[in-house]
């Protein structure tokens, strides 16, 4: 079974930063790609940041100049810095893991974000 599990979430006051982790056992490049999805109540499940096993990153539009995706091969984590967050950054955050092919995701269990003003 493959575990992916998110730590570093909570409460912070706007403007603050956060820096959450997602820990695996497996080899990180293992995976296509790496990112992090983020769910607001009543809201759709949406990319955050994504990073592919060559480097590449992708970012959201919300999130562009204030979010920064990056990996620790070594510790097998991936991390979300997020600086200048807003309230309408509450939300739970989950780690995802894509292998192909086949294509297959593997998330983790989530961990909840909440931005006062």
């Known amino acids: 079974q493959v575990q992916l599990v998110e730590s570093g979430g909570g409460l912070v006051q706007a403007g603050g930063s956060l820096r959450l982790a997602c820990a695996t056992p497996?080899?990180?490049?293992?995976?296509?790609?790496m990112g992090w999805y983020r769910q607001a109540p009543g809201k759709q499940r949406e990319l955050v940041a994504s990073?592919?096993?060559?480097?590449?990153?992708n970012y959201a539009d919300s999130v562009k100049g204030r979010f920064t995706i990056s990996r620790d091969n070594g510790k097998k984590t991936l991390y979300l810095q997020m600086n200048s967050l807003k309230p309408e950054d509450t939300a739970v955050y989950y780690c995802?893991?894509?292998?192909?092919?086949?294509?297959?995701?593997?998330w983790g269990q989530g961990t909840q974000v909440t931005v006062s003003s």
């Open positions: 995802n893991g894509r292998r192909t092919v086949p294509t297959r995701d593997y």
């Open positions: 497996e080899i990180i490049l293992s995976f296509t790609s």
């Open positions: 990073m592919t096993s060559g480097g590449t990153t």
